[in-house]
Antibody
């Protein structure tokens, strides 16, 4: 069965960087696009970024463009999110999710909490 | 990339039907039949319940159905059950190849 396990969250100060990872198993990772979605405490879901199956194409939400970078290592079945210039408003649970056929997110991890605070 | 518009809350009694709307623009909901819906229980990860406007993934109850008209998509839950109480989010593919979520709707089963 599909399994997605996020890691790398924690408490960081504003302006610093953090890299999240998502270990994938149970499917052919290199055949599917992957997403990051976040959810601020008590708030709704916010789509963050998507990367194509081969890593050649990425798209970002305006709120993170230029600060966050999505990448993947298909040899290690792992998705990444490099987050730079973190702000208090980036505090959220970050989920990785598997793309269906380009139009929906069909499997989700359990999330990792990122807290940006001084 | 403005969020899609959903009602903040809806409620219904067991056995009744409810509908949650999701309004976008001609750049997202109105342009593509790529609206999906997600159910999220407190403290849990979201779960896909409808994709491409009206398709149900394997294992999702037939009580969940989706539709779309113009810039507005809808999720209908029939025969409400206590376990349906959760937050529901719509999502759409956009003209810029990004995705956008709705603000979410809290369903209360009375």
């Amino acid at each position: 069965q599909v399994q997605l396990v996020e890691s790398g969250g924690g408490v960081v100060q504003p302006g610093t960087s953090l890299r999240l990872s998502c270990a994938a198993s149970g499917f052919t990772f290199s055949s599917y696009g992957m997403h990051w979605v976040r959810q601020a405490p008590g708030k709704g879901l916010e789509w963050v970024a998507v990367i194509s199956y081969d890593g050649s194409t990425q798209y970002y939400a305006d709120s993170v463009k230029g600060r966050f970078t999505i990448s993947r290592d298909n040899s290690k079945n792992t998705l990444f999110l490099q987050m730079n210039g973190l702000r208090a408003e980036d505090t959220a649970v970050f989920y990785c999710a598997k793309d269906g056929v380009g139009t929906y997110l069909d499997h989700w991890g359990q999330g990792t909490l990122v807290t940006v605070s001084s | 990339q403005s969020a899609l518009t959903q009602p903040a809350s809806v409620s219904g009694s067991p056995g009744q039907s409810i509908t949650i709307s999701c309004t976008g623009t001609t750049n997202d909901v109105g342009r593509y039949n790529y609206v999906s819906w997600y159910q999220q229980h407190p403290g849990k990860a979201p779960k896909l319940i409808i994709y491409d406007v009206s398709n149900r993934p394997s294992g999702v109850s037939h009580r969940f159905s989706g539709s779309k008209s113009g810039n507005t998509a809808s999720l209908t839950i029939s025969g409400l059950q206590a376990e349906d109480e959760a937050d529901y989010y719509c999502n759409s593919y956009t003209y810029s190849s990004t995705r956008v979520f709705g603000g979410g709707t809290k369903l209360t089963v009375l």
